[in-house]
């Protein structure tokens, strides 16, 4: 008896591990005993879902609504940046401003842009951090976002101004003043008080000086007007070693050679201290022909007699003799 009844195991455990291997419960096979109390429900609890909510869980029914699930909370928005009207925002936007810089200076947009970049970043690295903080805030971003301004060597004096702003927008130093003084104007015309209460160093507020008068400030398209013919004859008058020669003045210099170089190295000294200088040809060892002219006006304006008069003067501290 005992025999018969562990074969009956043996083969109730062949017929189980069948059962299974076909995906069914061995008790719907009868291949167990009890078949009754096999806990079916288990299939049908994981199909249902989780349990209904008792009296500790949760519920929207009951209390309110359900605390939401754990997860990473929302992104902060980011504080919208100040548009025309906020006080200490720059009026107009990156291309009007930009814009405004090229038609005062006499270039395309891509380098009025280069050229107007460069200022801000220098001008911004020239002032104490309160100031710099605020000028960074108040011009358009797109003015300062590409080159670190940490990268930017600070410059109180004026040669050392332009010399950076020459190196960051690939310009001579003549041409980054002229991009320089182009920018600010352009910054004072959209917020004058901002530019005004800027505490900026006393060897760079030549840059924000206007044109000397005669000729108007600016033309119609933003650049320096052309000296009227009354304006022109009475400037010359005050240039005796100068002659108007198109939309330029020429002064010709005739010394000995070692007095030449002096003369010339000095009026060399004059473009690196002020970014601007006279174009020079030296047509012999002890002559050479001094031009001045505006980049931006093809014309005689008032920048360019103040630069001829700047040239008179250099030639005179070098202490060299002269002929007409």
Do not use: C
């Amino acid at each position: 008896m005992r025999k018969q009844m562990e074969g009956d195991n043996q083969r109730r455990r062949v017929l189980a591990r069948q059962a299974r291997e076909r995906g069914r419960q061995p008790s719907s096979d009868a291949a167990t005993l009890g078949a009754s109390k096999q806990l079916t429900h288990l299939d049908r609890g994981k199909r249902a879902g989780p349990p209904p909510a008792g009296v500790h869980k949760p519920d929207s029914s009951r209390g309110g609504p359900m605390p939401p699930s754990a997860g990473r909370p929302p992104a902060a928005r980011p504080a919208p940046r100040p548009g025309p009207g906020t006080p200490g925002a720059i009026g107009l936007g990156y291309r009007e401003l930009v814009g405004d810089v090229s038609r005062r200076t006499g270039v395309d947009f891509r380098e009025a842009k280069v050229g107007a970049e460069a200022t801000v970043l220098v001008l911004a690295r020239a002032l104490a951090e309160a100031d710099r903080q605020r000028l960074l805030r108040a011009v358009p971003v797109s003015l300062h976002d590409v080159t670190p301004i940490d990268g930017v060597e600070p410059h109180r004096d004026l040669p050392g101004f332009l010399t950076e702003v020459a190196r960051i927008s690939g310009r001579t130093p003549e041409q980054a003043r002229y991009q320089a003084e182009a920018t600010m104007a352009a910054l004072a015309a959209r917020d004058g008080r901002l530019v005004a209460s800027l505490g900026v160093p006393e060897g760079l507020r030549d840059l924000l000086e206007p044109p000397a008068a005669g000729g108007g400030l600016v033309g119609t398209t933003g650049a320096d007007a052309p000296l009227t013919a009354d304006e022109l004859r009475a400037a010359l008058a005050d240039l005796p070693y100068w002659s108007a020669r198109g939309p330029a003045l020429s002064r010709s210099i005739a010394l000995p050679p070692s007095n030449l170089d002096r003369v010339l190295d000095r009026i060399d000294q004059l473009r690196r201290d002020t970014g601007r200088g006279p174009t020079i040809a030296r047509e012999t060892s002890s002559s050479a022909v001094l031009t001045v002219r505006s980049r931006q006006t093809d014309a005689v304006t008032a920048r360019v007699v103040d630069l001829a008069h700047r040239v008179d003067d250099a030639i005179e501290e070098a202490g060299a003799g002269m002929a007409g």
